[in-house]
């Protein structure tokens, strides 16, 4: 039952985990209720009362059993013993027959029967007496009388009345003498006993009756015939031959008292012998009719006593009723108490499981409710935050707005707190949304084909402000230091070198191993022989190009990125809690360097849920590496050929044979430039400073003859350039000025950041061509390049000529453009406007520029001129008055037109006037289309417009279509005049 | 913004946009200006927003310092101002300061001093909402760009994320 209620159990459980919260009534529950256990205990009752009444019964009937076959065993053991007597009595009756009848004359009288039956009386114990009494018929009686002397007496002692025969005793046991010469025959029942006897032949009993010594007793009778009796006599031949009677009485009631006090538990039972020959009458010959011992159980016996005529039976029963069975009462007991106890033990269990599967449920709702706060936490964060995040946008808006205006000096201040902290504010909100966001597991990844080196262009764009901010670049002294390893093989030489640098050994490392590649680099010095650039450019061919030429089959691919820096380093005790969000090294870097100290955190969650390890070295005072492995898998190759194709969509190839001189005294800062320029084609070299370039050029200059292909580009660090400053911005400007024959290279300044001094002074130095900003950014490098060496431009338009706006861009593209207007932004407008058609632009701030823009000889094709300028000053009077060309004192937009006309004419004049003859074939004069820009169209500017000499105008917005149209009317219907070849005539005149 | 995804930094800014539009503080020159902008000169928008804003300041103080002066009276170099004002606000496609600076001229016009009083407060009102509100886009847009740089996978839309 146990095991059941287990299994109940287990149900119970099994299905709680099914439905979860949901509470049901299991068994168990029912097992739990108190009134399952009274039943229990009530059905425990009546078992062990079952069990009692089965053992009682099963004793009642082994009782029963013994009772009868004590019974038996007594009615038995009475019938023999009463038989054995009857046989002492048949044989008497032969004796007397034998020796007085056959005997002649008598050899018995009274003595002798006296004698003998005395002596003989051990053998009949239960006969109190025997007589023998003659047959005496009626003719007879006075013969016997005188013979004996005596008169037949009746049992009343009386002389006896006329009969037809008598039975007088003759001869009589001295125990009973007292009975001679009485008439049996007149006593009813010995009249009849005699009567049957003589005609049975048998012994015959009486009925019982009280003897003379007040005993129960019966008289037995006997026939004792005179003759032999054929073999089967009748019973007339059984009366004729009758000559007497032999009697006894039997004292029944002493016979059964020493029956039974032979036999052992005579004191358990009572025997009861009736005499039942009248069915309806029993008559008792042994016993008390009392009512005492048990009435319940009784035994019935036969008796037989050898008389057909009578019926005997013997009645059994205990003295006592029957005790009650201990063992019974015990073993009911016994059940009953371990059934109870059973019982209150499933009970208990019961009790205690409901109790424990009510706490398991109501811990399930607190776990269900934790982790619901949980994750309310973070939705709370996430979008708490983002809601933080618009308003916060507003305060640090207004705080700029208000740092704008005009302020006092600490009003400045207080303004410029306040949006240091609200700046740091929305750092901390951003980054504490994005770790809510990891928390919440609303993030999640997407596999896209990616192209590494874009990727790390695109991350260093984004730092580049706060990197620019801070003055970090790649230098030796304070850097970061991006590399990306295939994971495996970096891996192995890291291990080692990890090791000797975990032991302590990274001093005994020597100097040339390290010097060979860049050497203290960080507080790791493992990153440095891993020969990194060389591994990093392999790994990125490979990774991209030969991805499927690869002999690695598997998919996946693990990237190892390390980023080192050189600074003051973690800390050791605070290099245990780096990962942890909120933490920082100590509480003063919050205040030195800013942050919230959950960016690493971040990285983290980010990292592993990218399938990667996270880990850094750290050395105080030296630097940290940081590095992490993400695993990537390989890309299909449709898609490596679409990144490919992207990749040489951002990565122009025109700059493919290109030869370049970086001129850095840092090598690493070197290595980083040359391998930008070699992402695009340009063949690098690196020299360490201006002098060294400058000798390498004049090399160079020297091999011309030997089809040595000369530098295309000087890349000059700015730091090389300020140290080397003194000869070399001689040697440079000398360059531009004895100008050999051959193309000059184009200088290129490269700087972290630039003040506009400095930039003035290296427009004055020579780099009028560009400054690239750091940090180099391949598209970016691109660009600029473009820029400078004016290629790019007809790859674009080639590339774009199936395109919509083709019609424009066509128009536009590669003209050189002027745009005057004094309002910087409209200028700025305008100039994008037309660069994205194509157009070359030039802008100029006002008349006065604009004039000497187009002094000619010019290359412009085009100039716009805003309407709404301010007229010209003093200055450009005096200076225009030596030229007497101008008259007005005051000349705006329209004077400055009429003014470049004037110009235009004068020039035509003389070129008509030089080539009169050849004029004819050149129809070609200067007129240069003048455009005017104007914010609102009026019609009567327009018209002034014209009047003035202006061809056209545009709305200042520009719209393609009306710039188009505006356009189109000059350079379609024009052949494009070749300027220089103009500029060349006009030299020659 | 690492966990708010390109879609809805795009769905941000659209709406600001068409706010702004709404509003009528923006034109389709905006529009125009933003088509501008191409690989090749990332920046431009908000290169020429702030080119604005240093012009603008620069002119918005002129004219307070020429309207604060007592004896004032020459409407003629407030009007260039004015000028200069309307044409670089019709640049950017800032419409309502530029129909302020209608207004503003038309009252210079007529030499109508309170009237000019009023519409520079009413620019100076109009500028600081213009480019607050621009300040806003320009933060959304950095933080567009910057989700799509990393390429952050997209978000899933969760329904009890408002």
Redesign the interface.
């Given at each position: 039952m146990g095991e059941k209620r287990q299994g109940y159990h287990m149900v119970a459980v099994r299905v709680n985990e099914q439905l979860g919260t949901k509470k049901n009534f299991s068994f168990i529950h029912k097992a739990s209720n108190l009134r399952i256990l009274g039943c229990w205990i009530v059905l425990m009752l009546l078992i062990s009362s079952k069990v009692y009444d089965d053992m009682n019964d099963e004793q009642k009937v082994r009782r029963k059993e013994v009772l009868v076959s004590m019974c038996d065993q007594r009615a038995r053991m009475l019938q023999d013993q009463f038989s054995v007597s009857v046989n002492h009595v048949h044989a008497l009756a032969i004796l007397v027959s034998t020796f007085h009848y056959y005997k002649n004359p008598s050899a018995i009288d009274q003595e002798t029967f006296a004698e003998y039956t005395a002596r003989t009386a051990f053998e009949r114990p239960l006969l109190s007496g025997v007589a023998y009494a003659q047959r005496i018929l009626l003719s007879e009686r006075e013969e016997f009388e005188r013979q004996h002397g005596w008169t037949i007496r009746t049992m009343e002692k009386e002389p006896s009345p006329i009969r037809d025969e008598y039975a007088p005793v003759i001869f009589s046991q001295e125990t009973v003498s007292y009975i001679e010469s009485l008439d049996m025959m007149s006593g009813e029942e010995d009249r009849e006993n005699i009567l049957r006897a003589r005609a049975t032949g048998k012994a015959v009993l009486t009925s019982p009756f009280r003897l003379l010594n007040s005993h129960l007793g019966v008289v037995l009778t006997f026939p004792v015939y005179n003759s032999r009796l054929p073999l089967n006599p009748t019973v007339n031949e059984r009366i004729e031959a009758t000559a007497g009677y032999l009697g006894g009485a039997f004292d029944v009631e002493s016979l059964v008292e020493n029956l039974l006090g032979q036999l052992a538990g005579n004191q358990a039972i009572v025997v009861n012998v009736y005499d039942i020959t009248n069915s309806s009458d029993p008559l008792i010959m042994y016993g008390h009719h009392s009512q005492d011992g048990d009435m319940s159980l009784k035994h019935v016996s036969k008796l037989d006593f050898g008389d057909p005529f009578r019926k005997h039976e013997m009645i059994c029963r205990y003295l006592q009723k029957a005790p009650t069975s201990g063992i019974a009462i015990q073993t009911a007991v016994f059940i009953f108490l371990i059934g109870s106890l059973i019982g209150y033990m499933a009970y208990g269990a019961g009790i205690h499981i409901v109790k424990v599967e009510d706490d398991f449920n109501k811990m399930q709702e607190l776990k269900v409710q934790a982790e619901a706060a949980d994750v309310a936490k973070s939705?709370f964060l996430?979008?708490v935050s983002?809601e933080i995040r618009t308003p916060m946008?507003?305060i640090?808006?207004?705080l700029?707005?208000l740092l704008?205006t005009?302020l006092s000096s600490t009003q400045r201040d207080y303004a410029q707190t306040a949006q240091g902290c609200g700046e740091a504010l929305i750092t901390l909100i951003?980054e504490v949304?994005?770790r809510?966001?990891i928390e919440a597991g609303?993030?999640?990844?997407?596999a896209?084909p990616?192209d590494l080196r874009s990727?790390l262009d695109?991350?260093l764009?984004?730092f580049s402000e706060k990197s620019r901010q801070k003055g970090v670049e790649f230098t030796e002294e304070g850097h970061i230091f991006v590399q990306v390893h295939l994971a495996e093989p970096a891996k192995s030489v890291m291990d080692v070198k990890t090791e000797t640098f975990l032991n302590g050994e990274s001093e005994g490392i020597p100097k040339s191993c390290a010097a060979r590649q860049f050497n203290t680099l960080s507080g790791k010095q493992a990153a440095d022989d891993r020969s990194s650039w060389e591994t990093f450019k392999h790994l990125d061919d490979e990774f991209l190009y030969d991805a499927s030429s690869n002999t690695m089959n598997d998919k996946n691919v693990t990237l190892m990125v390390c980023v080192e820096d050189t600074g003051i380093g973690i800390p050791e005790q605070a290099q245990k809690r780096v990962f942890t969000p909120f933490m920082q090294a100590d509480s003063s870097t919050s205040r030195n360097y800013g942050g919230t100290g959950i960016g690493l955190s971040?990285s983290k969650c980010l990292v592993e849920l990218m399938g990667g390890h996270m880990n850094f070295t750290s050395r105080p005072q030296i630097g940290s590496t940081f590095s992490f492995t993400v695993e990537f898998q390989r890309c299909e190759k449709s898609a490596v050929i679409s990144v490919k194709k992207s990749l040489s969509d951002d990565l122009p190839t025109e700059f493919k044979g290109l030869k370049a001189l970086v001129v850095d005294g840092k090598p690493v800062r070197a290595a980083v430039t040359r391998y930008h320029l070699k992402r695009l084609g340009i063949q690098a070299e690196a020299v360490s400073s201006i002098r060294t370039a400058l000798a390498l050029y004049a090399k160079y200059g020297s091999l011309i003859s030997n089809n040595e292909k000369l530098p295309d580009m000087f890349l000059v660090e700015k730091d090389s350039w300020i140290s080397g400053k003194e000869d070399g911005i001689m040697h440079l400007s000398n360059w531009g000025q004895n100008g050999h024959s051959y193309k000059l290279p184009k200088m290129i300044l490269l700087a972290t950041n630039i003040t506009i001094a400095e930039s003035d002074k290296a427009k004055a130095a020579g780099f009028a061509d560009t400054v690239i900003m750091k940090p180099l950014r391949s598209?970016m490098v691109a660009?600029c390049l473009?820029q400078v060496l004016g290629i790019g431009r007809k790859i674009q338009h080639g590339r774009n000529v199936p395109n919509g706006s083709n019609g424009l861009r066509g128009l536009l593209c590669g003209k050189k453009i002027l745009v005057v207007?004094?309002?910087?932004?409209?200028r700025?407008?305008?100039a994008?406007?037309l660069?994205?058609f194509g157009a070359d632009v030039q802008c100029a701030e006002s008349g006065q520029e604009a004039l000497k823009w187009l002094q000619i000889p010019h290359d412009f094709d085009a100039c716009f001129m805003?309407i709404?300028m301010?007229e010209m000053d003093g200055y450009v009077l005096n200076h225009y008055r030596n030229y007497s060309l101008v008259i007005m004192v005051f000349f705006s937009t329209f004077e400055a037109t009429r003014l470049i006309r004037e110009m235009e004419s004068k020039a035509n004049v003389q070129i008509n006037g030089g080539f009169l003859n050849e004029g004819t074939t050149r129809k070609s004069e200067w007129h240069m289309p003048i455009l005017a820009m104007t914010?609102?169209v009026i019609h009567a500017t327009l018209d002034e417009c014209l009047k003035c000499g202006m061809d056209g105008y545009v709305s200042?917005?520009?719209?393609e279509k009306s710039l188009y149209q505006a356009v189109a009317k000059f350079f379609e219907s024009k052949p494009v005049s070749n300027p220089e070849q103009l500029s060349e005539s006009w030299r020659t005149e | 913004m690492l966990g708010l995804s390109v879609d809805r930094l795009r769905a941000d800014m659209n709406r600001l946009l068409a706010l702004l539009f709404h509003q009528g503080v923006l034109d389709e020159q905006f529009l125009q200006l933003q088509q501008l902008q191409d690989e090749s000169s990332p920046n431009f928008v908000s290169e020429v927003v702030n080119i604005y804003f240093h012009e603008s300041e620069k002119l918005l103080r002129n004219l307070r310092g020429l309207l604060v002066d007592k004896e004032f009276s020459d409407y003629k170099k407030m009007g260039i101002h004015l000028n200069q004002f309307m044409g670089s606000s019709s640049s950017i496609g800032a419409q309502r300061v530029r129909n302020v600076c209608v207004a503003f001229r038309a009252a210079s016009e007529q030499n109508n001093r309170a009237g000019c009083l009023r519409a520079l407060e009413l620019l100076e009102y109009e500028y600081c909402y213009l480019k607050n509100k621009l300040h806003e886009l320009f933060q959304i847009e950095q933080q567009r760009i910057l989700a799509a740089g990393v390429r952050y996978p997209q978000q899933r839309q969760q329904p009890n994320n408002p």
């Open positions: 939705q996430a979008t983002h946008n507003g640090l808006g207004m700029q707005l704008d005009e951003n949304l994005d809510a966001k609303k993030l999640e990844l997407e896209v990616f990727i695109d991350v764009s984004l971040i598209s660009a473009k207007d004094d309002n910087l932004v409209n700025r407008v305008a994008g406007a660069k994205k805003d709404q301010p914010a609102d200042k917005p520009f719209q | -």
